[in-house]
């Protein structure tokens, strides 16, 4: 199995600990990778800055006639499904399809999958273009999994438990042969067999616009210096941005969403080996 790049070009063996967590990340600061973003208005502003202060280079990029180019000089592809249109949608496909002609990994967040037909038909084409990785809330994982049954969607909030859809990220990712990671107050990540929880965060988390969108993208870049190890990669990607999160409500007298947006940023910046070691937890469940 290949081996993720440490900050010298050396081999890491990614593992479900804080000091493996704090290694790649280390490794994506050294590689800086180019992380090509099509994603929705909402999340354009934060989705970039939170790239940007975690040592990645974000672009954001949805022209058909450009896209296929701009995947080829890129490491990494995240594609978005939120403020949904139809020439968005073609241009995120012809990226999927060219990122995996290409062996680039590629990333998938379904937001709001479920609240329309239309929509939930959308992600489902994107799914079929063989993603390394699909990011979701609950409630979009299993409405990706056709499995939303009564518990419905709130627009692109979740209405269920992270736990509520474990099954469901299984099934599909068994199914699509790739890793899909719900996230929730405890972020569960799987290959389909393997099981790992990643109990970092915080709830105010939601309150912020597109910080789930964020996320997936920081997902987006732990792969390129991952390459084999999509599902501790996005383990560790997870830690690191609910872990900051965490350090960030230390920052602010009376943390509220509004603070936090900019403490997120500022920890993702400043973080050093110490806060990680401590502070990740990640578990590999089964
Ligand atoms: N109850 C919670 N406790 C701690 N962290 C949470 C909670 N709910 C969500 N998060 C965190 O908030 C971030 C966004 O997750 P979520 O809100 O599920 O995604 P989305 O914004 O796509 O709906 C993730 O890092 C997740 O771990
Ligand atoms: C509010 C909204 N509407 C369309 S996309 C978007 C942002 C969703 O961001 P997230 O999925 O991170 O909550
Ligand atoms: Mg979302």
């Known amino acids: 199995m290949a081996a993720a790049s440490g900050p010298q070009g050396d081999q890491l063996q990614l593992e479900a600990t804080s000091e493996s967590c704090w290694q790649l990340w280390q490794a994506v600061r050294a590689k800086r990778p180019l992380v090509h973003c099509i994603t929705n208005f909402v999340s354009m502003d934060i989705m970039a800055n939170v790239l940007l202060a975690a040592g990645c280079s974000p672009a954001m990029a949805h022209s058909l ?4 180019s701009f995947v080829t000089i890129s490491s990494a592809l995240l594609v978005n499904m939120g403020t949904l249109s139809s020439d968005w949608v073609a241009a995120k496909k012809l ?4 990122a995996v002609e290409l062996g680039k990994p590629w990333v998938l967040d379904p937001v709001g999958c479920g609240a329309t037909p239309v929509r939930t038909a959308s992600c489902l084409d994107l799914l079929a273009c063989r993603p390394t990785v699909v990011r979701g809330n609950a409630s979009e994982v299993l409405a990706l999994a056709g499995a939303a049954g009564s518990s419905g969607v709130k627009g692109v909030d979740s209405t269920a438990a992270s736990g509520d859809a474990v099954e469901a990220a299984k099934s599909l990712a068994s199914k699509h042969g790739c890793v899909v ?3 929730g107050e405890v972020d569960y990540v799987t290959d389909g067999q393997a099981l790992v929880a990643v109990r970092n965060g915080s709830p105010l ?3 912020i616009t597109a910080a789930g969108c964020s996320l997936t993208a920081l997902i987006a870049a732990f792969l390129v210096v991952a390459p084999g190890q999509p599902l501790m990669a996005t383990s560790h990607a997870l830690a690191v941005f609910g872990l900051a999160a965490e350090e960030g409500l230390q920052l602010a007298p009376r943390p509220g969403p509004g603070s936090l947006r900019v403490a997120l940023l500022d920890c993702l910046h400043l973080m050093e080996r110490a806060a990680v070691v401590e502070g990740a937890r990640i578990e590999v469940v089964s």
């Open 95 to 98: 990226a999927a399809k060219k």
């Open 181 to 183: 990671a719900v996230s």
């Open 65 to 68: 006639d450009e896209v296929e």
């Open 205 to 207: 988390l939601t309150l």
